[in-house]
T-cell receptor, first 114, second 111 residues
Framework: ETGVTQSPTHLIKTRGQQVTLRCSSQSGHNTVSWYQQALGQGPQFIFQ???????GRGNFPPRFSGLQFPNYSSELNVNALELDDSALYLCASSFWQASSYEQYFGPGTRLTVT | DQQVKQNSPSLSVQEGRISILNCDYT??????FLWYKKYPAEGPTFLISISSIKDKNEDGRFTVFLNKSAKHLSLHIVPSQPGDSAVYFC??????????FGTGTSLTVIP
């Protein structure tokens, strides 16, 4: 069974640029959630995708957007990068059902905005 | 607004003793609570969970207690082992599609 993978591992971007982060879900999972973890903080929910549709969103501006593909892999796109976007970005996959709360996290992508 | 709080950034415990990690929340609508463990350079790993209809859930050395009236949950690890040294996050949700995490407690188990 393949776990959740994310790419790239590290990324350095300049303020104002755009970035795309990628995530491959664990086999059999149909739901993916993205989180932002700033230094010294817990993960903050960005949004969740289920069957290629956004299924919930946290308190993040529209310049944070996502996609989920038919094979359940996912992308997180961030436009007009700001210095405060520097963080660890985590994706987590799960199998959506009413009683399923367990998520499996990838190792994260460390984004640095300069 | 931090809906889930872990007020102890760090905790040190002797090997073999009990580790107690605490978590408080503010939203009474939360119906599911989870604990995650995180090692450096890895994503959080699910450890144990509890539904709001229960007040205790046990899995081996790990037990989670939920006190709904106090909006408080705790994770007990007995006996603590050096391999338990990690950052522990509690998380809460209302439904399955949005989870709120605390800021984490770094546990060090001293051999």
């Amino acid at each position: 069974e393949t776990g959740v993978t994310q790419s790239p591992t590290h990324l350095i971007k300049t303020r104002g640029q755009q970035v795309t982060l990628r995530c491959s879900s664990q086999s059999g999972h149909n739901t993916v959630s993205w989180y932002q973890q700033a230094l010294g903080q817990g993960p903050q929910f960005i949004f969740q995708y289920y069957r290629e549709e956004e299924n919930g969103r946290g308190n993040f501006p529209p310049r944070f957007s996502g996609l989920q593909f038919p094979n359940y892999s996912s992308e997180l796109n961030v436009n007009a990068l700001e210095l405060d976007d520097s963080a660890l970005y985590l994706c987590a996959s799960s199998f959506w059902q009413a009683s399923s709360y367990e998520q499996y996290f990838g190792p994260g992508t460390r984004l640095t905005v300069t | 607004d931090q809906q889930v709080k872990q007020n102890s950034p760090s905790l040190s415990v002797q090997e073999g003793r009990i580790s107690i990690l605490n978590c408080d929340y503010t939203n009474s609508m939360f119906d599911y609570f989870l604990w995650y463990k995180k090692y450096p350079a890895e994503g959080p790993t699910f450890l144990i969970s509890i539904s709001s209809i229960k007040d205790k859930n046990e899995d081996g050395r790990f037990t989670v207690f939920l006190n709904k009236s106090a909006k408080h949950l705790s994770l007990h690890i007995v006996p603590s082992q050096p391999g338990d040294s990690a950052v522990y996050f509690c998380a809460a949700s209302e439904g399955v599609n949005q989870f709120y995490f605390g800021t984490g407690t770094s546990l060090t188990v001293i051999p």
